[in-house]
């Protein structure tokens, strides 16, 4: 299975809900996914800065798709790509 | 004495490659493996039950393991991924009790004698237990029920993956009758090896067992053992918030090829001790004795300490006493496979730091823990360790 490490700033179209965070669509290399379902989230930090991971699926696609939002930066990053069935 | 206890132990299945399919439903069903890139050195560090059916077990040579298990999928771990995930689990079981007793990343025993009647009992906080963590986090842990930590982790052993088990008291005699005595927690290979040229392979064996025979053979663990033959386990249940002051601290780091420059390995020489420092310091702590750790490509391992007059936290001055040790080794010549940096002696709180010391120095190392507490471990480092090549791989400790 194929893993790549992109690292690369995104657009990130997110609910906040119930105290929790929920992308819902992101824009990676001037194109639009929208996320089908968020499979995994968790926590990590650098220095005081809270990073909050979720690793979600697009529609049309099984791969998987790490996003990453800097509570601090309020940056999205699409960290990595996981392969799927596909 | 301890009382009548209820002890329940909380074991998730598989935990890192059960994340790791959880995170991509492309792996459920297909044999996962966490572990480190396919170098002779890694190690795996889990392998789903998938993979458990080729004989693939934890802290299997990634290799090895591939070779049975080809068809596996190899997953580069995520540390803060699991430990996440860990806090989620602990936090589920700290809300039956607070005595609560953090075994390992993936394990964790409860005493919930004086609680379990408010939620129904104890087999009624297990299943709230499975169910929210499944509910969750999407995982399956398995739970043993016992009257003490010995029984309750044999009970969640018997039940895997995603079960639950309780071994009531009038079972216990039948139940250790023929259980092999490795099956009981903290029997190994050397035990059990030891332990059968006494004609004792099986618990009730070793119940029945004279007390003074097995003090001779083992000492003081001989008392231990027997009780456990009998299915006696006084350990109590050491809450997180409760556990006593470390005693030393230490990272150690295997190279990714064995070497015999000295200046690379006294680059992580200096990287582990600069590591060990900031630990210190976290915890205020500071420590007066400091070990090297070397093992060579033959495995032969060589560990020496150096006790100093002045307590120290600061990484540079732990590297330089270990440094003075690795000098006295200049002259084997043999490749280097790991280090390591250890410092015991401790005290915590305020401690005669060295009078004579440079204060600018002391400010700086302030200076330095701000930044890198601001911005991540390594933000800022010593010029000695700025390298065109990454050693940022994962240090051991």
Redesign the interface.
Known sequence: ?E?VTVDEEVRVGAAFDNRKICPVWFLWRSRYYKVRRV??N???????EKLY?F?V?VAGG?S?YELCFNSGSLEWTLSRI????E | MMGDRTIILVDMDAFFASIEQQCNPALRGKPVLVGGSLTERSVISAASYEARAYGVHSAMPVMEAIGRCPDAVLIHGNLSKYTDTAHRVFKICGDYTDLMEIYSIDECFLDVTGTAERFGGAWEVARNIKRRIKSELGLTCSIGIAQNKMLSKLASGMGKPDGLTEIKRDDVEALLKDLPVEKLHGIGDKVRVRLARMGITKASELAGASKPMLKREFGVFGDVLYWMGNGVDQSPIIPYHSEPDMKSVGHSYTMERNTRDLNIVCRHVLRLSEMVGRRLREQHFAGRTVTLVVRYADMHTFSRQRSIPEYIDDGYAIYKAALSILKKQEDDKRAIRLVGVCVSNLVKGACQLDLFADPRARSLLKAMDAINDRYGEFAIKRARLVTNCCITQSYNG
Request: aromatic share 16%; net charge neutral.
């Open positions: 299975m893993i499979t995994y968790w926590r990590s930090s650098l220095g005081i991971y690793a699926i099984s998987v996981s392969g799927g069935d």
